[in-house]
């Protein structure tokens, strides 16, 4: 529920009210704006009927908030959320490229790939230390001595770096060496990592869509991290399974639309896994910025064919310089800063 105060509501009238909603319960949200001060009420429906605001004279109007998810709510907050990855703004008018290997692999691995995203003017480094893998046959990721990797990388580059947490009971381990966790589209409904990440870390959350998951599915994912206490996070489309076999997945960029209507966080796309074709990256991305993604997320290899994970979609110096070549005028045309 959303309790709109009238212009000349002081800050002891708002706190009045507020305290009357933690009183029964419920979750009591504050929003001071430029002329109004609005209020959020969260929880039981039937508790917040018992809330009787109508009485407040302070109270200008009450409105239900419609959608099942609350928190990431358009109703709730109107402007776009701006997200920082260790001092990066993602969101409100950034275009924003992520970019590195699927898996980090080693040292002279992930160093050659972050010269070579940095020196095209990339400011975040994405890498798996822990990969979800669909067999456990496959490699499975340098775990810690991953992360470790990327900690040195970060220094070293000036690149702070998005990796996926796969285990609730990691949070903390990579609180210390990551500045975004990354969760994957396997996890997307894992609500124990959910809960970890928003209750462990304030740092940001990049949500992937799970390959089968409904755009609500997302967006409630997204409401678990928030509730939890952690508000810094970034939704991103990594496309779904659908009758198609001639691409890896279906880039689904009514998603990103859709999403920009009904959320306020920002939304990535993942162009890699979402084709799984490394030559329909670059126009995938064209139109992820075409349709209004704050970003990208994109896998690159310096050397593809020795890639222990996703060699086939991955990008080489070479494409990587071209995509970021050509998706400068889409930036631009979007009323964007890359
Ligand atoms: C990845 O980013 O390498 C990955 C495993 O992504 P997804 O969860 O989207 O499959
Ligand atoms: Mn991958």
Do not use: W
Request: proline share 5%; with cysteine.
């Amino acid at each position: 529920m959303i309790i709109i105060l009238k212009p000349q509501a002081s800050e002891k009238d708002a706190n009045e009210i507020l305290d009357k909603i933690s009183s029964l319960g419920l979750k009591p949200l504050y929003m001071p704006g430029i002329e109004r001060t609005v209020l959020g009420a969260l929880g039981d429906e039937r508790v917040l009927r018992q809330l009787h605001l109508d009485s407040y004279p302070m109270v200008d109007e009450i409105k239900p908030v419609l959608s099942p998810y609350k928190l990431v709510s358009r109703e709730l907050q109107a402007h776009d959320s701006i997200v920082s990855i260790g001092g990066v703004k993602v969101g409100g008018g950034n275009f924003t490229v992520i970019a590195g290997p699927c898996s980090v692999e080693s040292e002279a691995q992930l160093f050659g790939v972050s010269e070579m995203i940095k020196q095209q003017g990339v400011p975040l480094l994405r890498g798996g230390a822990f990969k979800p893998r669909t067999s456990p046959y496959s490699f499975q990721g340098l775990g810690l001595e991953g992360l470790k990797l990327l900690k040195a990388a970060k220094e070293k580059y000036d690149l702070p770096v998005v990796s996926e947490i796969i285990d609730p009971n990691d949070a903390k381990l990579m609180h210390e060496y990551v500045d975004c966790y990354q969760i994957g589209a396997r996890n997307m409904q894992n609500f124990r990592l959910l809960e970890a990440v928003g209750e462990q870390s304030d740092k940001a959350v990049l949500l992937k869509r799970g390959m089968s998951a409904t755009l609500e599915e997302l967006l409630l994912a997204a409401e678990y991290i928030i509730n939890a206490g952690n508000p810094n996070v970034i939704l991103c489309e990594r496309g779904i399974r659908t009758f198609e076999t001639a691409t890896r997945n279906t880039l689904d960029l009514n998603a990103v639309a859709y999403l920009k209507e009904k959320s306020h966080l920002p939304v990535f796309v993942d162009p890699s896994h979402g084709t799984g074709v490394r030559s329909l990256i670059n126009p995938l991305s064209r139109a992820a910025v075409a349709v209004g993604a704050d970003g990208i997320i994109v896998e690159a290899h310096l050397n593809p064919k020795e890639a222990l994970s996703d060699g086939h979609q991955a990008l080489t110096a070479d494409d990587f310089a071209t995509l970021m070549a050509d998706i400068k005028p889409f930036v631009s045309a979007a009323g964007k800063t890359l």
